[in-house]
């Protein structure tokens, strides 16, 4: 398939800026796949389209403040890193940090960033980072990435909370001085626990305590998975051709109990609701290499475009996304699946656009603060 088949116009004041005060406000565009109906309702409404017996299953990743931004030390310009993965975890160091804080008790970790700055990095590069707060040196550089060593007088996960700014997408375009206050709170799931992600599994975004509370009473049970989410879900497809697309890999854990109690649901006639694209590529992802749901940590480079077979999940909740990125086509493909797994091909894609293009009139938020469709 082309890349550009995956195109759709969106008027740019579309593009959600902002949190509704009201998580489960958010707008829901309920779809059928059995008889292609479509309804306008809200994400507090879930309960009704889902039975007793069907399971929830949440990414419970957390979103860390992996957004820093800083000063060269050879020319003082202005830099900016977004920490995508930790490759060395904190440990201690001494005599390693530049000015008076040399010979000091320091702590360090080494991470994978992506970098930002007028000048290109270059290994040996130091880096002055909030304000002080943090010290960094370039081990390594590619094109638009960096192996950097932060350096402060705090364990570094610590300092990341206290002094790091929430990684908001770049389509949210705020002054600086905006972006973080509630984003801190409200660019997290209430259900968030495992650090590590620098985006957000943002259809869980529209999920508050008192829906989760309605779902449970309505008999519908919520297991977790957890993939940390990288920039590259969010990227753009660049090739001509989808096939050629190749994923970033991202973390994941599937745990014993969600096997269990998707087994469990299956048993009992339940479906599997997946909360995100991203619940939906670990647990097709840990599927696919036996044929079943097994547990255990990897790394998924799952890429799932039309045509594809679902195995586990039965049934989507997901946001409006990005034109031609593999979110958008991962869509495409469950509208297309068939419950017998066959594929009628470019009929997912089809249904997609049309129901874009519907979201676009009714006035839809999109994106990653915006509104959010069910697939059933």
């Not at 209430?190 to 309505?218: C, F, I, M, Q």
């Not at 998924?300 to 999940?313: A, H, Q, T």
Request: proline content about 6%.
């Amino acid at each position: 398939m082309r890349t550009q088949d995956f195109d759709y116009e969106l008027p740019p004041e579309l593009i959600a800026q902002r949190p509704l005060p009201d998580r489960a406000a958010s707008r829901m565009l309920a779809v059928r796949r059995a008889d292609g109906s479509a309804e306008h309702r809200h994400a507090r409404d879930l309960p009704a389209f889902l039975n007793k017996g069907d399971l929830l299953v949440v990414n419970d990743t957390r979103v860390i403040p992996a957004r820093l931004l800083g000063r060269r030390a050879d020319t003082g310009g202005r830099v900016e890193l977004l920490l995508v993965r930790e490759t060395r975890a904190d440990d201690s160091a001494t005599g390693n940090a530049p000015g008076p804080a040399a010979n000091a008790h320091r702590f360090a970790a080494e991470w994978e960033a992506l970098y930002g700055a007028s000048g290109k990095a270059r290994p040996g590069l130091r880096l002055t980072l909030e304000e002080g707060a943090l010290a960094a040196e370039i081990l390594a550089a590619t094109a638009g990435r960096v192996q950097v060593r932060l350096e402060g007088d705090e364990p570094i996960s610590t300092l990341l909370e206290r002094v790091g700014r929430t990684p908001l997408p770049p389509y949210i375009a705020r002054a600086e001085d905006e972006n973080d206050g509630t984003d801190r709170a409200r660019y997290q799931t209430v259900y968030a626990r495992a650090p590590g992600a620098v985006a957000a599994p943002t259809a869980g975004l529209h999920l508050d305590e008192a829906l989760l509370a309605a779902l449970a009473e309505a008999g519908i049970a919520t297991a977790a998975v957890t993939l940390h989410v990288g920039p590259g879900t969010f990227r753009p497809v660049k090739a001509d051709r989808i096939e050629d697309h190749v994923m970033e890999a991202e973390r994941y854990v599937v745990s014993d109990e969600t096997v269990a109690a998707i087994n469990d649901a299956r048993d009992r006639g339940g479906r599997v609701v997946a909360v995100g694209s991203t619940a939906v590529r670990t647990l097709e992802t840990a599927a696919a290499r036996r044929g079943f749901l097994v547990a255990g940590a990897a790394e998924s480079e799952l890429f799932i475009r039309p045509p594809f077979r679902f195995r586990i999940v039965d049934a989507l909740l997901t946001n409006f996304h990005l034109p031609r990125s593999t979110l958008l086509m991962m869509v495409a493909a469950f509208l297309g699946a068939q419950p017998d797994g066959a594929y009628a091909d470019s009929a997912g894609r089809r249904r997609l656009l049309d129901l874009y293009a519907e979201a676009v009139r009714q006035r839809y938020r999109f994106f990653s603060y915006g509104d959010c469709m069910l697939i059933l």
